[in-house]
């Protein structure tokens, strides 16, 4: 491709940043830059945490102290006024189911990243609009990317968008030992990594613990992940229904690393209800070498198989518990499946998303400059 050579210069907007909000979104993008600012000049628009010029790229910080959905309008705002004045050959916005930047943007290349678009099943005034905004935003945007075949499956119910405009990606990029790891103890550490939210499947997980204690005395339930602005009542809620269980059940938030609790787990967990794109924590734990048992939501989007992992019906506590137990029991091939599973993680890395991506911007700003001289 013609320029492909060429150092460029890459705007990237994202309310979340990895260092601040974890999440798959925000962790997907901080990896993302990296890789990118290797070859390329990376200037990053993010709205909680410092603004950063001692890496390979820079980051503008708006500085909120919280999330909101307010604050989202007013950082899109900001970030796409900072845009205007920050040479660039392309924008790429992160989105995550309320960057409306793209709305605001002129005259500059717009790469939108569609991490998921699960609000369009609950039925409220909020999701009817976050659906006429996520229409602009596609309409605005040169490109869109989306993990999965699943979340293209979504956005066509939402809108008629052309397939040509769409890249799906298929998979995302992971780090890890990629080979078997586990820290041994007393216990039977089972591992629910992900954000405090209610279609993470917290609940049923607590829900399963009661009968897997009943054949495993020794089990602890561990959850760890971040906490998203507009789930603290969940997150309450959860901490109650776990309070019954003791010790038995240990709630860790925002943990700096989560390499330790994943050598910690003897498997991981995770039975999501829905609202998922991708599932870059079952990514993580397969490249840990992982038994895992996850809901069929995540068959769905592609990130493992039934040869990789033990699939259960989304909402059914008592299939998570059976499964569970019978990886307990010795009942089930898991080894067969860790290695099927740490083959697959192996072949995936950032630095391969990145060129993705990256050839995308190229065809991008390669179409716009083409259109710009037939006019």
């Known amino acids: 491709m013609q320029g492909a050579n060429n150092k460029l210069k890459i705007i990237v ?3 979340g940043w990895w260092p ?5 979104a925000e962790k997907f993008i901080f990896n993302v830059v990296k890789e990118l600012a290797k070859k390329h000049n990376v200037t990053v628009l993010t709205s909680i945490g410092p603004s950063e010029t001692n890496r390979e790229y820079t980051v503008y910080s708006m500085k909120l102290r919280k999330l909101s959905t307010l604050n989202s309008i007013k950082f899109s705002i900001w970030a796409s ?66 993990p999965s075949e699943s979340v293209l499956k979504d956005l066509t119910s939402i809108t008629n968008i052309v397939r040509e405009k769409v890249l799906v ?32 499947g917290h609940d049923i997980a607590l829900e399963a613990f009661r009968y897997i204690i009943r054949e495993i005395p020794n089990a602890r339930l561990w959850f760890v992940g971040g906490l998203s602005p507009g789930y603290e009542e969940y997150f309450k809620k959860i901490k109650e229904l776990a309070s019954e269980f003791g010790d038995k059940v240990i709630i860790k938030v925002d943990v700096e690393d989560m390499d330790p609790y994943y050598r910690l787990a003897d498997l991981c967990i995770f039975p999501s209800k829905g609202e998922e794109g991708y599932g ?15 809901s069929k939501i995540f068959e769905l989007t592609g990130v493992v198989s039934r040869d990789k992992a033990l699939i259960v019906e989304p909402e059914n506590p008592r299939a998570l518990a059976n499964a569970i137990i019978s990886i307990y029991k010795g009942e089930i091939n898991v080894e067969s499946m860790i290695e099927k599973a740490l083959e697959q993680a192996r072949k995936l890395s950032w630095n391969r998303v990145a060129e993705i991506l990256e050839q995308v911007i190229y065809s991008v700003i390669e179409e716009t400059n083409n259109r710009k001289n037939k006019v």
Do not use: C, Q
């Open 13 to 15: 907007i994202s309310r």
């Open 20 to 24: 601040h909000i974890h999440g798959g």
């Open 81 to 146: 006024r900072k845009a205007a004045n920050i040479p660039a050959d392309a924008i790429l916005v992160n989105n995550y189911w309320g960057e409306i930047a793209p709305l605001f943007l002129r005259n500059k290349p717009i790469i939108t990243i569609i991490h998921d678009v699960g609000f369009i099943s609950r039925k409220s005034l909020m999701s009817y609009i976050k659906k006429l905004l996520l229409k602009s935003i596609i309409r605005n945007s040169k490109k869109v990317i989306v």
């Open 169 to 200: 990606l298929g998979f995302e990029g992971v780090e890890g030992p990629f080979k078997k790891t586990l820290i041994e103890n007393n216990y039977f550490d089972i591992l629910l990594p992900g954000r405090f939210a209610p279609n993470k």
């Open 280 to 294: 870059l924590t079952v990514l993580e734990a397969m490249a840990y070498g992982k038994p895992i048992v996850a």
